[in-house]
């Protein structure tokens, strides 16, 4: 839904994308050979993006002006049902950078919601340079397996929360209670808490703000028996990304429990443990292998503005070149200039 209030979070944005030092043509290193050659390694945009999404218009404008922000040009294919809020969009945004003296054609949209014009982008490799896709498991999961061009994803975004045996239990309610219910349908929620089975008795009080403001909490067979109003978790529980005000909640034997189960289950985005231990973070740390790992912080901060890159075309839980949230200077690649005499 486009309302007043979403069209000053754009705005708000672009301003924040305005203030971001411009990321390419940095010399990222240098240095030089005994036989008297010059290295440097300098910042370069990657080219044409095609950034295909779904339903959120906000998209529209954040990719492009990061795009922009990194010398890249980028191909939108928005989902059918923000068709025409993006179209707007893209109007407003081409005037605005024509009128800049850009070229006309940087930020061009796929003008039908047809399927059959993204199975024909895809197949583009002489033309595009990456693909970015935004939206469900569904729509990644077809992207990834048909695209002749490289692609930047996550497929789905199962993220948990671990309560630590040394954990501060005001910081673990307000943590929990932030990761799952501030924003429950975007990638960064929680969808699943653990907590050490030391503190068990405890686990009512993490759970009860949740189910005061109507979220649903499934679980094992203890965490069941808490509440008559609490349904027993099935194994599938474990693997689903609800996008919705769900929980999964689960006892697990100490940070080890915790790190094989979101081993187990994880889809590699983002982890919380809410621990005093600095021992206990680093075990965590090394031994969980997602995209983000935070200490006493809600899972929500999985996001490009919260980090401070102004905005996010998408977020990555791939290995291979970027990694996280995708901001302008991982829009970018590099070219080595040599001198020699």
């Not at 501060?168 to 907590?195: H, Q, W, Y």
Request: proline share 4%.
């Amino acid at each position: 839904t486009l309302t007043e209030k979403s069209i000053d979070g754009l705005i708000t944005s672009i301003e924040d994308i305005i203030e971001i030092p411009d990321p390419i043509g940095i010399t990222l290193e240098k240095w030089e050979r005994p036989n008297g050659l010059q290295f440097r390694k300098i910042s370069t945009p990657l080219g044409v993006l095609g950034v295909i999404y779904e339903s959120r218009p906000n998209v529209t404008v954040d990719a492009s002006c990061l795009s922009i922000k990194s010398g890249n040009c980028i191909i939108l294919r928005g989902g059918s049902d923000s068709f025409h809020s993006s179209k707007e969009l893209v109007n407003n945004i081409t005037n605005a950078f024509t009128e800049a003296g850009l070229p006309e054609h940087c930020v061009q949209m796929i003008n039908t919601p047809e399927r059959e014009a993204v199975d024909y982008l895809l197949k583009m490799n002489d033309y595009v340079d990456v693909i970015i896709p935004r939206g469900g498991k569904g729509l990644i999961e077809k992207i990834n397996s048909t695209s002749k061009i490289p692609v930047i994803k996550h497929l789905d975004g199962i993220c948990h929360v671990f309560v630590d045996k040394e954990a501060d239990l005001k910081i673990a309610e307000k943590v929990v209670f932030n990761s799952k219910m501030r924003r429950p349908e975007i990638c960064g929620a929680a969808e699943t808490l653990l907590i050490d089975e030391n503190i068990k008795d405890k686990a009512i009080n993490i759970l009860n703000p949740l189910k005061a403001v109507g979220c649903e909490i499934r679980g094992d067979e203890f965490i069941q028996s808490l509440d008559k109003d609490f349904k027993i978790a099935n194994e599938e529980d474990w693997s689903l990304e609800y996008l919705d005000k769900i929980i999964s909640a689960k006892i697990v034997s100490g940070v080890d429990g915790a790190i094989d189960h979101i081993n187990n289950y994880s889809s590699g985005h983002t982890e919380s443990i809410i621990t005093n231990n600095e021992k206990t973070f680093e075990k965590f740390f090394n031994k969980v292998d997602s995209a983000i790992i935070l200490k006493n912080a809600s899972t929500q901060f999985a996001d490009g503005g919260e980090f401070g890159f102004g905005a996010e075309i998408g977020i990555s839980t791939d290995k291979i070149h970027v990694r996280g949230p995708v901001g302008t200077k991982h829009l970018t690649t590099f070219k080595y200039v040599v001198n020699g005499n």
